[in-house]
């Protein structure tokens, strides 16, 4: 009986070992790289509403997604994102355009109550990945709306980046891509600083009373009055 029994548990001893690998085989956490933007000086620098950022529906996970040769999508094993993609690229634009454009006035949407922006950024991210022989590709689009409510640019923006191979090098070449496009953002929002103030609609002036002399003036239309005549009606 304890030779039938020995077997067994060798084999439950090895499913079990085999188990507990699977188990504690370490799995890295990734964040974006921000970079090293200059923190901005001017309080009274541009207004800028930075949102909404939408972002693919296949980054808003903790999977670290590797695009394989064939162009299809793997989770990865060796990895993940430490927390919300999607929070640590809004994070990482305002850090880099407020950086570039030296303004503590640029804010993430929704904007608290009294803000008014100079500009509004709506931003599209639709796609962010790469693989372990794949470079790190972004694609996204955006347009500025200023003050008045006019799209003053509208832009496609299709970005890519070498990287070594690795996973921690892929999230670095992500992370850059993301700088880039920072900047360029940037780049586009100066021009939009120096906007005319919107003026005021101005009503329209009460037309003067006419003077008492004028009025005397207008013609007057005489006061019909009964004709009376002389002559007789005799009635039969």
């Not at 504690?24 to 000086?41: C, E, F, I, R, T």
């Not at 790469?130 to 409510?149: K, M, N, T, V």
């Not at 799209?151 to 990287?163: K, P």
């Not at 999230?171 to 940037?186: C, F, I, N, T």
């Amino acid at each position: 009986m304890t030779a039938l029994r020995l077997p067994f548990i060798l084999m439950l001893a090895g499913v079990l070992g085999l188990a507990g690998c699977s188990v504690h085989q370490p799995v890295s956490l990734y964040q974006l790289d921000s970079g090293s933007p200059a923190p901005p000086a001017q309080s009274t620098g541009m207004a800028v509403l930075l949102g909404p950022v939408t972002v693919a529906d296949y980054l808003q996970r903790e999977t670290l997604l590797q695009r394989q040769a064939d162009g299809s999508l793997q989770a990865s094993t060796d990895g993940r994102w430490a927390g919300s993609l999607s929070s640590d690229i809004d994070q990482l634009l305002l850090r880099q355009v407020a950086g570039h454009l030296d303004s503590q006035r640029v804010v993430l949407s929704p904007a608290t109550a009294g803000f008014t922006p100079d500009v509004q950024v709506l931003l599209s991210i639709t796609r962010l990945d790469s693989g372990e022989s794949q470079p790190a590709i972004l694609d996204a689009q955006w347009r500025l709306i200023d003050r008045r409510g006019k799209v003053r640019d509208n832009r496609i923006v299709h970005l890519q980046e070498e990287h070594g191979g690795g996973t921690a090098a892929q999230v670095q070449a992500q992370g850059l891509l993301l700088q880039r496009l920072a900047e360029q953002l940037a780049i586009a929002l100066k021009p939009l600083a120096n906007q005319p103030p919107i003026a005021e609609a101005r009503k329209p002036a009460a037309k003067p009373a006419a003077p008492a002399a004028e009025k005397d003036k207008q013609p007057k239309i005489p006061m019909a009055s009964p004709i009376r005549t002389d002559m007789e009606v005799f009635r039969f």
